[in-house]
């Protein structure tokens, strides 16, 4: 009777514990908990989601796949996340088709998730002690911060910012590169809150040498070994060093979502995503270009000039991707509608550019022939996507096409199909394009 006790004791723990509610959210039909229950902490999680207790819970082999798990034949999916596409489960890769990304700011159920590893086991994940470790040979005095002392130190910032995974788009390079095969919706915008990294880095001290930053997450390289980094990418210290770079504990006025790096983030608009550490540990301040994994050879990294699609690049040649290219969606309507030929159609979406604004926004319904403009709203702060929209005729029925195209405070716009080739597929920022049947 004591263990049904205690038993029933954990289950009401369970049941007040955002982190481990969060547990049930994320457990019911994910790969990770058809295979994760190493710990007997899971053990728990895993009555709650076979739905009942587990008499001969004690006989289980540990890191047994419950039955009623391993053999379902629901799809993988992670609740929580619910219209995404999903690439991968192993790590977890999903992205958001185009017209869910309709909000002005990006719903957290709605927010592409790119892992290279594995996140690390939601029972790991203590709150009150988790801690942020600023170091790293160009850091005056190195200093571990929980995050109450983040939240106390330092004063409190919010700012929507745009975070665009270096290779969304990557589908359609010609030839194919390697990697997750993305459309378009490996991007999301909405308001984190943190603090500046500016202000930790800064009471840490920052010795002049300095020249770049690096982070450390949580999560677990996809062997398991404990001793290999998943990913530790980073940015020039001047971009670290601007307003909006956010270490980040809430995401559009909640805690961050399990998948997208709670409990705290490293938040840098403008840049590939990949900068934007998830389950932040440690920060480096660094005297040179930091080199952690998957910021050298072919990592995120474009060929310094142009090259013929196909060509082999060596490593010396390839250059760090810093900002983002210009780049638009139409959110509205979805591609393949039926529109009639009597009424003006209302078209949404999201434009961005990377460290820079857009200045216009064009749209085509004659494969590029003649352009419209369309209204381009300011953005809400520096480094947050910006809302278009456009009201568009039909001269006739029969098939369109609508593009949209961008134009940036520089001048620079959006290459109509695709732009230069590269070995691993980044920056497609080719004009999105939607289907309307108009009858
Ligand atoms: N710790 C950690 N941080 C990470 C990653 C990761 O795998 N581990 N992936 C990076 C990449 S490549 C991208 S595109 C973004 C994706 O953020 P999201 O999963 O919240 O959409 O996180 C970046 N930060
Ligand atoms: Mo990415």
């Given at each position: 009777?004591?263990?049904?006790t205690?038993?029933i004791?954990?289950?009401?723990?369970?049941?007040?514990?955002?982190?481990?509610?969060?547990?049930?959210?994320?457990?019911?039909?994910?790969?990770e908990n058809?295979?994760?229950?190493?710990?007997?902490?899971?053990l728990?999680?895993?009555?709650?989601?076979?739905?009942?207790?587990i008499?001969f819970a004690?006989?289980?082999p540990?890191g047994?796949?419950p039955?009623?798990?391993a053999?379902?034949?629901?799809?993988?999916k992670?609740?929580?996340?619910d219209?995404?596409?999903?690439?991968?489960?192993k790590?977890?890769?999903?992205?958001?088709?185009?017209?869910?990304?309709?909000?002005?700011?990006?719903p957290?159920?709605?927010?592409?998730i790119?892992?290279?590893?594995?996140?690390?086991?939601?029972?790991?994940?203590?709150?009150q002690?988790?801690?942020?470790?600023?170091?790293?040979?160009?850091?005056?005095n190195?200093?571990?911060?929980?995050?109450?002392?983040?939240?106390?130190?330092?004063?409190?910032?919010?700012?929507a910012?745009?975070l665009?995974?270096?290779?969304?788009?990557?589908?359609?390079?010609?030839?194919?590169?390697k990697?997750?095969?993305w459309?378009?919706?490996?991007?999301a915008?909405?308001?984190w809150?943190g603090?500046?990294?500016?202000?930790?880095?800064?009471?840490?001290?920052i010795?002049?040498d300095?020249?770049?930053?690096g982070?450390?997450g949580?999560d677990?390289?996809?062997?398991?070994?404990?001793t290999?980094?998943?990913?530790?990418?980073?940015?020039?210290?001047e971009?670290?060093?601007?307003?909006?770079?956010?270490?980040?504990?809430?995401?559009?006025?909640?805690?961050?979502?399990?998948?997208?790096?709670?409990?705290?983030?490293?938040?840098?608009?403008g840049w590939?995503?990949?900068?934007?550490?998830?389950?932040?540990?440690q920060?480096?301040i660094?005297?040179?270009e930091?080199?952690?994994?998957?910021?050298?050879?072919?990592?995120?990294?474009v060929p310094?000039?142009?090259?013929?699609a196909?060509?082999?690049v060596?490593?010396?040649?390839?250059?760090?991707i810093e900002?983002?290219?210009?780049?638009?969606?139409?959110?509205?309507p979805v591609?393949?509608i039926?529109?009639?030929?009597?009424?003006?159609?209302?078209?949404?979406?999201k434009?961005?550019?990377?460290?820079?604004?857009?200045?216009?926004?064009?749209?085509?319904?004659?494969?590029?022939?003649?352009?419209?403009k369309?209204?381009?709203?300011k953005?809400?702060?520096?480094?947050a996507?910006?809302?278009?929209?456009?009201?568009v005729?039909?001269p006739?029925?029969?098939?369109y096409?609508?593009?949209?195209?961008?134009?940036?405070?520089?001048?620079?716009?959006?290459?109509?199909?695709?732009?230069g080739?590269?070995?691993?597929?980044?920056?497609?920022?080719?004009?999105?394009?939607?289907?309307?049947?108009?009858?």
């Amino acid at each position: 009777m004591a263990k049904r006790t205690e038993e029933i004791g954990l289950f009401e723990a369970y049941d007040k514990d955002p982190l481990k509610a969060d547990l049930d959210i994320f457990g019911r039909v994910t790969d990770e908990n058809r295979r994760g229950f190493l710990h007997k902490s899971g053990l728990m999680a895993m009555m709650a989601i076979v739905g009942s207790n587990i008499p001969f819970a004690n006989n289980m082999p540990g890191g047994l796949i419950p039955a009623a798990l391993a053999n379902t034949t629901e799809p993988f999916k992670v609740v929580g996340k619910d219209g995404l596409i999903y690439l991968n489960d192993k790590p977890i890769n999903a992205e958001a088709p185009l017209h869910l990304l309709d909000d002005e700011f990006t719903p957290a159920n709605k927010f592409f998730i790119r892992n290279n590893g594995t996140p690390p086991a939601p029972e790991s994940i203590d709150t009150q002690t988790w801690t942020l470790e600023i170091s790293g040979e160009s850091c005056e005095n190195p200093t571990k911060f929980t995050i109450d002392e983040l939240k106390s130190k330092f004063k409190h910032h919010t700012y929507a910012l745009t975070l665009e995974c270096g290779g969304n788009g990557r589908a359609e390079f010609n030839p194919p590169a390697k990697g997750n095969q993305w459309g378009q919706g490996a991007v999301a915008c909405g308001r984190w809150t943190g603090v500046r990294l500016k202000d930790v880095l800064k009471s840490c001290g920052i010795k002049k040498d300095a020249v770049y930053i690096g982070y450390y997450g949580a999560d677990v390289h996809l062997s398991g070994d404990p001793t290999k980094v998943v990913i530790s990418r980073g940015c020039t210290i001047e971009k670290a060093l601007e307003d909006e770079a956010l270490i980040a504990w809430s995401y559009e006025g909640e805690d961050i979502p399990y998948q997208n790096g709670f409990p705290l983030r490293l938040v840098v608009g403008g840049w590939p995503a990949s900068v934007s550490g998830k389950w932040l540990r440690q920060i480096v301040i660094r005297n040179k270009e930091h080199d952690g994994e998957k910021m050298t050879g072919q990592s995120y990294r474009v060929p310094c000039s142009p090259v013929a699609a196909g060509s082999k690049v060596p490593n010396e040649n390839m250059c760090v991707i810093e900002s983002m290219p210009v780049k638009s969606i139409v959110t509205y309507p979805v591609s393949g509608i039926e529109h009639s030929l009597d009424n003006k159609l209302s078209l949404r979406g999201k434009a961005w550019a990377g460290d820079f604004a857009v200045k216009s926004m064009e749209v085509s319904i004659d494969f590029g022939a003649t352009w419209h403009k369309a209204k381009i709203n300011k953005p809400v702060n520096r480094l947050a996507w910006q809302t278009w929209h456009a009201d568009v005729k039909f001269p006739q029925k029969g098939y369109y096409e609508v593009w949209a195209k961008a134009t940036d405070s520089n001048g620079i716009s959006q290459p109509v199909i695709l732009p230069g080739w590269n070995p691993r597929g980044y920056l497609n920022n080719a004009c999105h394009r939607i289907a309307v049947q108009v009858v």
